[in-house]
């Protein structure tokens, strides 16, 4: 099997809430939401990733900081290694070019949506995290 794709993931938290964005039709996980993110392309730090992929799917500028958590997931199109960081953003106008819709979940609502996969070890680390918001 190939090795992992290695994806970034954005823990935006704002007003006791995350930024969820779902999957558009078409996408083999369509329908599904996720923490914002993308992959990594040669060169690029998670970091650097990150902040490039919400600027071109969402247009916000965002500046990522420390990784909170990892997670390997083996999808039936492949394998991926999701990295998420914790990430700010500036202003509060978001472009979608990639996705369905976002939404400003509250912390303890995100694991009721139908995650990625990938992303429910993630979901599972927020809301542990960060107990005093749920």
């Not at 190939?2 to 779902?22: E, K, N, Y």
Request: aromatic residues 6%.
């Amino acid at each position: 099997m190939a090795d992992p794709v290695t994806v970034t993931a954005a823990i935006i938290i704002r007003d006791g809430c995350v930024l969820l964005a779902r999957r558009p039709q078409g996408d083999p996980l369509a329908g599904y939401w996720e923490f914002p993110g993308g992959k990594i392309e040669p060169g690029e730090t998670p970091q650097e990733c990150l902040e490039r992929e919400l600027l071109e799917e969402f247009g916000i500028r965002a500046k990522a900081r420390e990784v909170v958590a990892e997670n390997f997931h083996t999808y039936p199109h492949g394998a991926i290694r999701l990295i998420a960081i914790m990430t700010e953003i500036e202003g509060d106008e978001i472009t979608l070019s990639a996705h369905e819709t976002v939404r400003w979940v509250p912390i303890p609502e995100i694991l009721a949506y139908r995650l990625a996969p990938a992303d429910v070890p993630i979901a599972r680390k927020v809301v542990e995290s960060f107990p005093d918001l749920s």
